[in-house]
């Protein structure tokens, strides 16, 4: 069975920058688009942005512009790099695949705090 472990989250000043990190136990990045998704407290599952198995991106209006999502297939690797932070960003992120995330992929996910 795939899991996916993100990790890279913390807590960060308005304006600053993470970078996410998504690890398959078992390569299904070359065969799947792979998505990053948040969930802020109150709030429903959000997608993020999403990237296709030849590299191809997609982001939400709310981020585009600020986050950069990027694959390594030979790492079983995805990564989400978001820069000029904002406090509504806070939220547990997560990722799946994409467009339609899997019920069976969902992880702990990692949670972003941005506050000052």
């Known amino acids: 069975q795939v899991q996916l472990v993100e990790s890279g989250g913390g807590l960060v000043q308005p304006g600053g920058s993470l970078k996410l990190s998504c690890a398959a136990s078992?390569?299904?990045?070359?065969?799947?688009?792979m998505g990053w998704y948040r969930q802020a407290p109150g709030k429903q599952r959000e997608f993020v942005a999403h990237i296709t198995s030849s590299g191809s991106t997609k982001y939400a209006d709310s981020v585009k512009g600020r986050f950069t999502i990027s694959r390594d297939n030979a790492k079983n690797t995805v990564y989400l790099q978001m820069n000029s932070l904002k406090p509504e960003d806070t939220a547990v992120y997560y990722c799946?695949?994409?467009?339609?995330?899997?019920?069976?992929?969902w992880g702990q996910g990692t949670q972003v705090t941005v506050s000052s």
């Open positions: 799946n695949t994409a467009p339609f995330p899997s019920t069976n992929y």
């Open positions: 078992r390569s299904i990045f070359s065969i799947y688009a």
